[in-house]
């Protein structure tokens, strides 16, 4: 039997690894996105709901540790696989055409590689904008001081490139799971011949969900919906 | 010639366990030291070369195609026979080699047919624990059925495909004894001769078909498997690289060859559609278990068949065989068939068609069951000729279909050159003049995996092997001549093509030595074909060079040695002035048209030795007398 | 009899292996509905023999009935063809029309490589079976066949994956040239048996492995290569392959 360090590089082993880490960044964004769409509670719910991940302390650290490997390894393999195609396949074809039918031939799922490393380039400057972003500080009702996430989304969103980039990407996002999240349960062998076209659908749903929450926001914001919500200070 | 069958003495029953008991045996380190080579990789080359090679053979295997998962066996559709009476219905051993006997007519031995039923039982055994997935009833126990000339159910299948799934078995098999390093794998390479040294064989000469050089094989023994010469019709059911090549070759080396005239014609094929046709498909023999067969009264009727009354039907087989109705076997169905289409009775576009019809089963058990029991060959009609068969009725005609006849051999399937074996369809031995459906598999699975392995140790063991090496002049003489031909090919540089010759060698034998032979026809076939070779080596045109993948140069040699066999077979028919299973000489009929035989005269096996071609081709004949003690002859009747 | 008519083709011409290959133009206006693709080619190739200018094309195929898995043509841009559930040989001419334009390639994969025109070498798919494709019983040493008996769904479902034929369609449509769908068939079908299950976990490594080692591309789900399948083989003999492969992972060094 292989080690387990061999299995996972193994064909299998890394289609099990895209899997798993697909998984787990789904389960991020579901939560990432829950937050995120506090922008719309009262004024102080979402830098509330930041603050309250940042005063986790280490845990926050252990989780956040596990995000980065978890994207790293994922962007890592998802590379690999598409840099082994083209090792496999050195000529191409003249002419391909998918035969339809059962197949899951579609922009999205023929992307992965562009959608994933959209996303990838997004990451460090969406990182750069909010994590590591410079905020003030504003008062919580509890009396806390927190940085004013809110007021960095707002001020950043009012500007249109960011507004429309970040439409963009979240679009592109919802292509890269519309077939990611039936592939992750393929990957991790869930494939049943009949809940398969099931799960596709599911799929393609939460996609769109996916996307449409998050582009929601910055497009929200733009258009002023955020200074009413806010009662905060809007230029 | 020496014919000695070297059937053990004693009775039927015991024949086989005795000489098993008889047999010498190679010590398991001295296997190591003996190479083996075996030619082809269907059920009875790939079970051969698995067992050798787990035996501790140093195996080298041929084949033509590019993998040995994909030689001819794997078309075989419906089924293997096993006399295991599963199902209870009174089958014995004893049944299923009469059963053998009576349908080849009484033309073939005795001892090794009953061998074959003795061992059909565990073929399926060795199947099964492959994971040989074979069809099963819902208790989960093996399911049987019923196939053409038998009146108990003891065919095994896997659905339409079970010639593919026992193939895969013994590909497996073999696939493991390869990764073991005791089975050296040559795909792609085809044998053009034999090496005969000291009056044993001891290698062969083969071409690499992508590089197209000639390379030499040394050997302890030869096993040669490489199936029937069908194609010598060039349109049958078998693949389009079947091909009589080796075993002509070897017979040209010394190896007498047996009975070429048997020729199985299957009754249920789709008929031939236009001039292009490069091959017919079999429908399989199971159909005839609910198909109908008729053709309209009436010749001019020309009215859409589902409009035709019953009563304007003529359902021939089952007015004329009451007993076994659609099920008669092969030869009574294709003959049949033939009779009403030179009637004027046939039907299609061009009239060399019945109908197989399966309203009346339809009806009976519904469409799902027919669909449940059919589905795929259904479909493989449908995809053919653009009919719907759920719907009207399929169109079906007799095709060339299996060989009977091949290199004789003795009982430890050896031929008079010794160290040359011959397995599967390639040999002549257990069919006599006609074999019954789903018994093919059976016997090439039974040679291959349960007989040569012990013959050959007996062999081996028993004899005196000098140690030769790749330069000797025999290996020398064969390489020259395998090259001299194929330059000679290249030579003629002639304007007809190769494949036009083999489709006019193909109609003289459909028309002359097919379902029904005469002195007359036989005769002029010969000179035909005489003609044909000598045209053959004046005109014909081989493109493209040596030294590549080149299948016009494979075709072309196949195509020659067919010429010559093509011959040879006209020869045993027109020598063999009786009728017998799938021989039927016109002069020789019972006045219902079946096969009459004359024991007195013909009872024997016709193995003929080459003696060379000179605008004709000659033949020395040897006869094998076949002697019946446990069996009465009968005239065979499925009324 | 149908009438005949016209179409164009696009050909895949290519000496040898390590030699540039190009698509070349023929016409051919002697196609009838009821041909084959194949007789179609064996026509033209009759054609260009009594031309004699340039050597015939070469291609593969040997039973003609849709079963040895020989013949492998991609037929504009789809392994098979366009027909659904059916080998190059089994397409005939009547899914195509008068003036039509058709693409023919070889099957393109790295551990495909051309031998000529459009034949390719597949033997990497006999040193995946080798890896661990059997059961490994003696000749002779079986028990007698009906001592175990076997689920009839199970022993269907076995059989379902059985079918497939090696023909490579797979590896030539998927866009990752991957071998999962026909490793994975392999692994569906003894994996599942009585017969197979003590190997299960050692050949499910080794074949996978093997795969690896061959150059076939990894499997992103795209499922082309069901769809192209000419035995209709389920990707879910993929699922499969995988949840073994992590099975015999996780059960560490045991055999
Ligand atoms: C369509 C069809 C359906 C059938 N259905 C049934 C059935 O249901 N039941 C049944 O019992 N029988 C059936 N048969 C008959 C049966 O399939 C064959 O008789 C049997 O498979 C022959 O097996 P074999 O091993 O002797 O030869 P084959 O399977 O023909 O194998 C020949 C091998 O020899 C190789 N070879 C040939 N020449 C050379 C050469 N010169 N050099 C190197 N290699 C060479 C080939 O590459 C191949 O590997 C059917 C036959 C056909 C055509
Ligand atoms: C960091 C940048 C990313 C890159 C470079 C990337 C790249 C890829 C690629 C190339 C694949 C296809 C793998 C294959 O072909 O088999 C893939 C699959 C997938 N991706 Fe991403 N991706 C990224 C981010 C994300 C994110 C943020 C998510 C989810 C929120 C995600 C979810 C998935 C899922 C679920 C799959 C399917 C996994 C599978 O097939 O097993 N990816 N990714
Ligand atoms: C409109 C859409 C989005 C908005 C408004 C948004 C907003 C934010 C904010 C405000 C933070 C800072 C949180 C903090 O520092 O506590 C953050 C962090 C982050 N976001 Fe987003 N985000 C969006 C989309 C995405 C998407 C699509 C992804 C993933 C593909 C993503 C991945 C991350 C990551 C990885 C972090 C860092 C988390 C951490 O380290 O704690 N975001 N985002
Ligand atoms: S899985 Fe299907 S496409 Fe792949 S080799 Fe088998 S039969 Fe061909
Ligand atoms: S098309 Fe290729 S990506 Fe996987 S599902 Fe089939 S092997
Ligand atoms: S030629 Fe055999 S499958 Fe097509």
Known sequence: MPSFSDALKSQVGRKILTGVTGVGLIVFIIFHLATNLQVFGDAHAFNEAAHALESMGWLLYILEAGLAVAFLLHAYVGISIWWNRRQARPEGYEKYQSKGGPSHMSWASKSMIFTGIVLLVFLVIHIDTFKFGATEMVTLPGGEQARDLKGLMIDTFQQPLWAFGYTAVMILLGFHLGHGFWSAFTSLTMKHNKYSALIYTVGVIFAVLMAVGFLFIPLYIYFGGGCEAALIQCQ | MNLDSKVPSGPLEEKWSKHLNDIKLVAPNNKRKHDVIVVGTGLAGGSAAASLAELGYNVKSFCIQDSARRAHSIAAQGGINAAKNYPNDGDTIWRLFYDTIKGGDYRSRESNTYRLAEISNEIIDQAVAQGVPFAREYGGLLANRSFGGAQVSRTFYARGQTGQQLLLGAYQAMMRQVS????????????????????????????????????????????????????????????????????????????????????????????????????????????????????????????HPNDIPDEERYYYLEEKYPAFGNLVPRDVASRNAKIVCDEGMGVGPTGRAVYLDFRDAIEREGKKAISDKYGNLFEMYENITDDNPYEEPMRIFPAVHYTMGGLWVDYNLQSNIPGLFVAGEANFSDHGANRLGASALMQGLSDGYFIIPYTIGNYIAGTDLDEVSKDHEAFDEA????????????????????????????????????????????????????????????NVRVPGESSNYNKYLEFAGRVADFLELGELMAKDALHRDESCGCHLRAEHQTEEGEALRNDEEYSYVAAWEFQGVNGELQEELHKEDLEFDFVELKQRSYK | MADTFTVHLKIWRQDGPDQPGKLVDYTLDKVNEHMSFLEMLDVLNEEIVAEGKEEPIEFDYDCREGICGSCNLVINGQAHGPKDMTCTCQLHMRNFSDGDTIVIEPFRAKAFPVIKDLVVDRSAFDRIIEAGGYVSVKTGSAPDANSIPIDKTVADTAFDYATCIGCGACVAACPNSSASLFTGAKLAHLNRLPQGEPERKKRTVAMVEQMDEEGFGDCSNYAECEAVCPKGISISAIAEMRRNYVKATLAGTEA
């Open chain 2, 180 to 303: 073991e390093g005791n089975i050296e794998m040559h795909t792609r390479h085809e044998m053009l001769d034999l090496v005969v040294i000291d009056g044993k064989a001891r290698g062969i000469v083969t071409r690499d078909l992508v590089s197209g050089e000639i390379q030499r094989w040394m050997a302890d023994a030869v096993v040669l498997a490489s199936g029937g010469y069908g194609n010598a019709f060039y349109l049958s059911t078998n693949a389009k690289n079947s091909n009589v090549t080796a075993a002509w070759r070897c017979h040209k080396r010394g190896a007498a060859f047996a009975n070429p005239c048997y020729v199985q014609i299957h009754p249920t094929c789709i008929p031939v559609s236009g001039d292009y046709q490069s091959k017919l498909t079999l429908m399989s023999e199971s159909l005839r278990n609910d198909g109908r067969v008729w053709v309209p009264k009436d010749k001019d009727d020309d009215r």
């Open chain 2, 479 to 538: 390489a020259d001549n395998a090259q001299s031909q194929i330059d000679k090919l290249f030579e003629v540089d002639g304007d007809k093509s190769v494949i036009e010759f083999h489709r006019e060698l193909g109609q003289i034998m459909w028309d002359k030595v097919g379902i029904s032979r005469s002195e007359e026809g036989l005769k002029e076939a010969i000179s035909e074909i005489q003609d044909l070779r000598e045209e053959f080596w004046n």
